[in-house]
């Protein structure tokens, strides 16, 4: 393996100052969170930035975050599903990577604040991450983008919904085919026994017992925990997902996982690339003030695998 950075050794030891999320209540997590310092946002050019609220098949609304790169269009679209073991974080989570995403990439990107467990267990993430898919295949025209070319997006968790939906669209049939996933060190497995698991049990920015606890309050039985829809790598057949990218973190629990998901869908045939980036951690797409140069590159990776489509 290649070093840490010197930026995530220090990354490191400022997370090593906060309480673990284990040892807290959601309740507590999320106001931790909430009260640590705001950094400033760096927005990318964009030609307009949106917020509305859409509905989903309860009744319920959720937020969506809409930006539209500058030009003509019709735009290709990207969903992005946010990370935060289902539990935390919103759509001002990713609001500056997604900013440049859109800029980069010339797609209109759509960001989804999904409902959070443990008020809203497994399946309703994932029933929303679908009815949002299912908003913007009907809404796409009036956003000036185009149907027929919507990617689905996310980042661990976020990742972990995107995989969902590319599930559940092959299910309901009549839609337009997914034109790619791109998944930034998802989540695909929910036994935390991979190698990557021992090696970053602990230290490496997503302990080990962090991702369990994460798991306690999106899982209310053992059943849902093999579920494909929660945990991917269950799947008995790997053939009907569309070209992915799958973006690994080198030090992170998640990473032999995210990868065996990669080799998976490329012995089924499946377009795939996987790459792992190199001496960073876990949730490093959306710290901007860390891994600026990461998420840059990230970006690139992106931009030129929906090229390639």
């Given at each position: 393996?290649?070093?840490?950075?010197?930026?995530?050794?220090?990354?490191?030891?400022?997370?090593?100052?906060?309480?673990?999320?284990?040892?807290?209540?959601?309740?507590?997590?999320?106001?931790?969170?909430?009260?640590?310092?705001?950094?400033?946002?760096?927005?990318?050019?964009?030609?307009?930035?949106e917020d509305r609220s859409i509905t989903m098949r309860d009744g319920e609304k959720i937020g969506i975050r809409i930006y539209t790169?500058?030009?003509?269009?019709?735009?290709?679209?990207?969903?992005?599903?946010?990370?935060?073991?289902?539990?935390?974080?919103?759509?001002?989570?990713?609001?500056?990577?997604?900013?440049?995403?859109?800029?980069?990439?010339?797609?209109?990107?759509?960001?989804?604040?999904?409902?959070?467990?443990?008020?809203?267990p497994f399946p309703i993430p994932v029933n929303d991450a679908f009815d949002s898919y299912l908003w913007a295949v009907q809404h796409?025209?009036?956003?000036?983008?185009?149907?027929?070319?919507?990617?689905?997006?996310?980042?661990?968790?976020?990742?972990?919904?995107?995989?969902?939906?590319?599930?559940?669209?092959?299910?309901?049939?009549?839609?337009?085919?997914?034109?790619?996933?791109?998944?930034?060190?998802?989540?695909?497995?929910?036994?935390?026994?991979?190698?990557?698991?021992?090696?970053?049990?602990?230290?490496?920015?997503?302990?080990?017992?962090?991702?369990?606890?994460?798991?306690?309050?999106?899982?209310?039985?053992?059943?849902?925990?093999?579920?494909?829809?929660?945990?991917?790598?269950?799947?008995?057949?790997?053939?009907?997902?569309?070209?992915?990218?799958?973006?690994?973190?080198?030090?992170?629990?998640?990473?032999?996982?995210?990868?065996?998901?990669?080799?998976?869908?490329?012995?089924?045939?499946?377009?795939?690339?996987?790459?792992?980036?190199?001496?960073?951690?876990?949730?490093?797409?959306?710290?901007?003030?860390?891994?600026?140069?990461?998420?840059?590159?990230?970006?690139?990776?992106?931009?030129?695998?929906?090229?390639?489509?």
């Amino acid at each position: 393996m290649n070093a840490l950075y010197e930026h995530t050794k220090q990354y490191l030891n400022h997370l090593k100052e906060l309480p673990s999320l284990a040892s807290m209540t959601y309740k507590e997590a999320r106001e931790m969170r909430a009260n640590l310092p705001k950094r400033e946002v760096q927005l990318a050019d964009v030609a307009k930035i949106e917020d509305r609220s859409i509905t989903m098949r309860d009744g319920e609304k959720i937020g969506i975050r809409i930006y539209t790169p500058h030009g003509k269009g019709p735009f290709n679209i990207i969903l992005y599903y946010h990370g935060g073991g289902w539990v935390l974080n919103d759509l001002d989570t990713c609001h500056e990577s997604c900013s440049r995403l859109a800029f980069s990439t010339g797609h209109i990107v759509v960001s989804i604040e999904y409902r959070l467990a443990p008020e809203h267990p497994f399946p309703i993430p994932v029933n929303d991450a679908f009815d949002s898919y299912l908003w913007a295949v009907q809404h796409a025209e009036s956003l000036n983008g185009n149907p027929q070319k919507i990617s689905v997006a996310g980042d661990s968790a976020g990742g972990n919904l995107a995989i969902a939906v590319c599930q559940l669209a092959v299910q309901y049939g009549e839609l337009p085919p997914i034109q790619s996933q791109i998944l930034l060190y998802p989540v695909t497995d929910l036994s935390f026994h991979s190698n990557s698991y021992k090696l970053f049990e602990k230290g490496f920015g997503l302990d080990k017992d962090v991702m369990k606890w994460f798991s306690r309050h999106y899982i209310s039985t053992i059943h849902d925990a093999q579920n494909p829809l929660a945990a991917p790598l269950r799947l008995k057949e790997f053939s009907n997902f569309p070209p992915t990218l799958i973006m690994a973190a080198e030090y992170d629990v998640l990473r032999d996982e995210a990868l065996l998901f990669g080799e998976k869908l490329s012995e089924m045939g499946t377009p795939t690339k996987s790459i792992v980036m190199e001496g960073i951690v876990h949730s490093y797409f959306t710290q901007n003030h860390v891994f600026h140069e990461e998420i840059e590159s990230t970006i690139q990776h992106i931009e030129a695998f929906l090229n390639d489509l």
